[in-house]
C-alpha cells in the first residue's frame, strides 16, 4: 500500500514540475477591442475593472489587486509612425518620465531594456522598468508600445518585484501577445 502511495505522489510531482510547453499558453485569457483595434492576452484569475481616462482597459489580479495590465489610446499628431517617434530608448524615457513617475509622484522609473521588434508590418516597441515607489518598494513593469491608423497604443503590465521571478513567464506572455491592427 505505501509503494502505491508513493508512486501516485511521484507522479503528481513529475506532471506538476515537467509541465508541457502549452500549459503556459492555458494560463492567458483573449481581450479583443475591435472598435479601437488592439487585441492581447491576459492571465487566468485577472478580472476586467471599470477604467478611468487616460486608461481605456484595465485587468488586475483578483488575489493581488495592485498587479495590473492596462491599455493607453492616445492620438498621434501628424499621423506619424512610430519611428519618428523616437528610438525604443527614447520612446521608454519618455514613458517612464512622463506615465510612469511623473514629477512630483515620488515615484523613479529606471528603464531597464529598450527593444524594438516587428509583427505583421507593425513595430513594436518593447520597455522594462524598475518603479521604486515613495515607500521604497519596488514594482517590475513591462511595456508594449505601438502605432496605428494615427493613434499611440500603450500597454502596460506592472507586478510587485516581489513576486516578478514567480510571474515573469506570464506577464512576459502576455506582453508579448498584444498587437494592434
Not at 492571465?43 to 475593472?49: A, F, K, L, S
Request: aromatic share 8%; no cysteine; net charge neutral.
Amino acid at each position: 500500500m505505501w509503494k502505491r502511495i508513493g508512486l501516485i505522489l511521484l507522479l503528481i510531482l513529475s506532471i506538476s514540475v515537467a509541465r508541457p510547453q502549452g500549459v503556459l499558453a492555458a494560463a492567458l485569457n483573449d481581450y479583443v477591442d475591435t472598435t479601437d483595434g488592439y487585441q492581447f492576452s491576459y492571465p487566468n484569475g485577472w478580472v476586467q475593472v471599470k477604467a478611468t481616462k487616460p486608461l481605456d482597459v484595465i485587468f488586475h489580479d483578483i488575489i493581488e489587486p495592485s498587479e495590473n495590465i492596462s491599455v493607453v489610446v492616445s492620438p498621434v499628431p501628424g499621423n506619424k509612425p512610430l519611428s519618428e517617434l523616437g528610438s525604443p530608448t527614447e520612446i521608454g524615457y519618455k514613458l517612464g518620465k512622463n506615465a510612469l513617475a511623473p514629477e512630483g509622484s515620488g515615484r523613479v522609473a529606471e528603464l531597464v531594456d529598450a527593444a524594438e521588434r516587428e509583427v505583421e508590418g507593425i513595430k513594436y516597441y518593447k520597455l522594462e522598468y524598475i518603479i521604486k515607489l515613495p515607500n521604497n518598494t519596488k514594482r517590475h513593469n513591462l511595456a508594449s508600445v505601438a502605432v496605428s491608423h494615427g493613434k499611440l497604443f500603450t500597454l502596460n503590465a506592472s507586478v510587485s518585484e516581489r513576486r516578478w521571478p514567480r510571474v515573469k513567464g506570464l506577464i512576459e506572455e502576455a506582453v508579448n501577445s498584444f498587437q494592434v491592427y
